[in-house]
């Protein structure tokens, strides 16, 4: 329980209406999209100012409470479960565009403002936030889990779209890193120190993000591949070639028989699939990346390729990829599953697709590979019956083989979910001796680690 003096000091910052010790509202709060188990907080508050943010903060360090910032609560990797109860800090109510700076290409925004949201919003000036992680994500959780999605292939992760961040520290203090030119050599690099940091170095209560242009003209192409190595090797040589897609999915067979549980899309032959889309401002351009992307395909034996995909269709088709994962859990009804995610360079994409599947089938298991496979980037789940231990056991070993051979291909244990709490395990093993510089700006930012404590570093 948390002391009493630091809820009465709470009780005098905030409003009734914005604090909450409810078990309902705990139990909101207890969860996030993953599979690991929830816990519940002691109780919830609801910012509206940084100054509030600051003040909150000093009161958790003077009486040691830990605190867990919340954004939308759909990571997938535990990331916000507030794994040693105390406070949480939801920022759903921080949801204000702050400025448009359309001649800049930016937006500044607070960090409750929701991914979807706000696009709809930009989609006026002609402009968007490029990072597109499917579900409906609250900016503030997309800078802290370096949150990416299908367009990383072309205009990058979060990280790469942020300029400027105003952070809270643990002990209350405002600090602003960055700015708004796009080209900045001043100091060190704090903007991207805390982006990805999940919350244990700082809170982050405003950002300013780059933007991009909606492109003039784009097209989508579907090819179809015997096999997902098939499938994988076409991904590397569209990538070599510089064509530069703006999105470039891989679903195995399974991950497209649970697509075509979606009624609003086309149904699609269940074998491994690419889905591509390409941008342009020249039509003609466009026409003739397509040419070579078919041949390209062609060479590694692809079964079909489609490119008369219209715009309706197209944005069904991401729609439905979007929330595929959603789609698995309710195709596989009443079983347990583990979601795992990894990347490598590019060149060693092909064999990293072709040893997963294998493992996958050697091991018994019955899931889905699928993933942003322009940037390396592959996505594992797989099922198991919840009263079976021994499946259960498979499936542990089964992701932790995957994440090593990631980490054997000169990858990484997390291309976008973030370590959260299943993956603090391998960061020894990632980061070496960089793991005791992390402990060291861990300590130095977070003396009494009161930040969603349990999270990124091993304990």
Known sequence: MVPQAFLNALQNLYPPERISTRQA??????????AHPPHLPDLVVWPLTTEEVSQTLQLAQQHRVPVTPWGAG???????????????????????????????????????????????????????????????????????NNAAGIRTVKYGATRDNVLALEVVLADGRVIHTGSRSVKQSSGYDLTHLFVGSEGTLGVITQATLKLAPIPAHVSAAVARFPTVADAAAAVFEIIGAGLEPTALELLDATAMRVLNTDPDIPHFPEQPTLFMEFASSHQAALEDTLDQVRELCAEHYAQGFDTGVGRQERARIWRARHHLFEAHVRYFAGQQFLVGDAAVPISRYPELIARTAALMEKMGLVGSLLGHAGDGNIHTIVFYPPDD?????????????????????????TG????????????????????DVMRQLKHTLDPYHILNPGKVLPE
């Open 25 to 34: 509202i705990l139990e909101q709060h207890a969860r996030d999209q993953s």
């Open 74 to 144: 759909t990571s997938i990797e535990g990331n916000p479960i507030p794994i040693h109860g105390g406070l949480v800090m939801d920022f759903s109510r921080m949801d204000r565009i702050l400025a448009i700076h359309e001649e800049d290409f930016q937006v500044t925004v607070q960090p409750g403002v929701l991914y979807k949201d706000m696009n709809k919003v930009l989609a006026r000036y002609g402009l968007f936030f490029a990072p597109d992680p499917g579900a409906n994500a609250s900016i503030g959780g997309m800078l802290a």
């Open 416 to 435: 976008e979910h973030g370590v959260g709490l299943g993956k603090r395990k391998f960061m020894a093993r990632e980061h070496g001796l960089a793991l």
């Open 389 to 413: 231990p021994q499946a259960r056991d498979r499936a542990l070993a089964f992701n932790d083989a995957f994440v090593e051979l990631a980490l054997e291909l000169e990858g990484t244990s």
